[in-house]
């Protein structure tokens, strides 16, 4: 039997009539689509939002697996409570206070990576047509369960400081003036996927605040607030509320993406039903993927791991600027101090999604902006993710797509259209 391929369409699907209705709202993500191509060495991926697992050391993993096989392996090996290891989670507490995040124990719970923690979330919180406010451009997986869940996806003015308090009051205001229910503000508020932008300290407190008045809850996505630069970002929006804001972390980027654990941090009513939802989808997170993180964190010097990733993210982050710099001047770019993401803006009249089977050609690949849009926007974007190639891979990527691009300019200049 063939398996069918990430991003190649099915043909003929005889259960068609027996599909539930959101289902139809299940589309392959453009990033996903991606893969296999990809996945080719001769590619440089500037597409893909994943770790440098390399730079890992692999002595730790085996070190604090081998310390679990031997101390604890009749837990690790069996079904957990739905709430998730209980050292794990006074480990996490640790965590969350480098961002300032003071939370119990019994208000955390362990999740299958954080993209769990924001499907359980919308499950929870959205009927169909409900509102959820997000940055412009959001996280595709975010977008992506949004859309699943038949939610209204209503994009707010994001600009180098991050979302606007202003403008968010000005959505949620004439939303629910239309009659609308404006149930959640989703952001990533450090080093944000796919801009790279950061919220500024002043906006967070106002966001608290716009949100407070109108009863609607704050979805705080924090994966890259550890892998900053130079200088930390202000302090979490759950380190400010406590009540109105649910925190999401996740082991992934600071880890392993493939040992799947995230975590989540939400009011006492909520945490409660997310344990039961949480149960009721997975029974117990992964036990065995808790307790090794658990075990590591224990033996190993994790700060220092953490240091390692932020130096050479920044360097890849230089590598892609100075690239940038010297091959494609006239392309405005973000400019993250932390994380893994740059967000292009291309000359006027180009469109990145057209555009990506030629830069594949060329062998590279990035993701096009109108991923990270529910509403068709973004065909001007491109989001460059610099932190799984090498420095010189990056630098050799951001070159071959200055081919592309400067050959579409010139098209332009001369024809008036992109090829
Ligand atoms: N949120 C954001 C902003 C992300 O970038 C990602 C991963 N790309 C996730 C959530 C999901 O991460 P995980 O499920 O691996 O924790």
Not at 71 to 83: D, I, N, V
Not at 278 to 307: G, R
Not at 326 to 335: F, G, N
Request: proline residues 5%; aromatic residues 8%; contains cysteine.
């Amino acid at each position: 039997m063939s398996e069918t391929r990430l991003g190649q369409a099915t043909n003929f699907d005889s259960w068609k009539h027996a599909y539930a209705k959101r289902a139809e709202n299940l589309a392959v993500s453009e990033v996903r689509a991606l893969f296999s191509v990809v996945s080719r060495p001769e590619v440089v991926s500037l597409a893909g939002g994943m770790p440098d697992v390399s730079a890992m050391d692999n002595d730790l993993i085996r070190t604090a697996f081998d310390s679990l096989m031997s101390s604890r392996p009749q837990y690790a090996l069996q079904y957990g409570g739905g709430q998730g290891d209980l050292r794990l989670r006074e480990q996490i507490q640790e965590i969350m206070e480098l961002e300032g995040v003071h939370g119990s124990v019994e208000d955390l719970m362990i999740t299958t990576g954080s993209q769990h923690a924001l499907e359980l979330l919308s499950d929870l919180f959205l009927d169909q047509g409900d509102v959820v406010l997000v940055e412009s451009p959001s996280y595709v997986g975010a977008v992506g369960i949004f859309r699943h869940k038949e939610a209204h996806i209503e994009h707010v003015f994001t600009d180098a400081d991050g979302i606007s308090p202003v403008a968010v009051a000005e959505a949620a205001d004439r939303l629910i003036a239309d009659g609308k229910r404006v149930k959640l503000l989703y952001l990533v508020p450090n080093f944000a996927n796919p801009s790279g932008v950061t919220l500024s300290e002043s906006r967070r407190d106002e966001l608290i605040k716009v949100c407070a008045e109108r009863g609607i809850l704050i979805i705080e996505d924090n994966p890259y607030g550890q892998l900053y630069f130079d200088k930390q970002p202000p302090r979490a929006l759950r380190a400010r509320e406590a009540e109105g804001v649910v925190y999401l972390g996740s082991f992934s980027k600071i880890l392993s993406p493939g040992l799947r654990v995230g975590y989540v941090l939400a009011p006492p009513a909520i945490r409660e039903k997310l344990v039961l939802a949480n149960e009721s989808a997975v029974l117990s997170p992964a036990t065995f993927a808790q307790m090794l993180i658990s075990e590591y964190l224990s033996i190993c010097d994790w700060k220092a791991q953490i240091a390692s990733y932020r130096n050479l993210y920044r360097e890849k982050r230089d590598a892609a600027f100075s690239a940038l710099e010297q091959y494609l001047p006239k392309v405005a770019t973000t400019r993250p101090e932390g994380g893994f993401f740059l967000w292009l803006t291309l000359p006027q009249g180009l469109n990145s999604k057209e555009m990506l089977p030629l830069a594949v050609t060329e062998l590279v690949a990035y993701t096009p902006g109108t991923a990270f849009f529910g509403d068709g926007r973004g065909k001007e974007n491109i989001r460059v993710c610099f932190s799984h190639p090498t420095s010189e891979r990056v630098k050799i990527g951001i070159q071959r797509l200055s081919n592309v691009i400067n050959r579409q300019i010139d098209l332009i200049d001369t024809f008036g259209v992109q090829q």
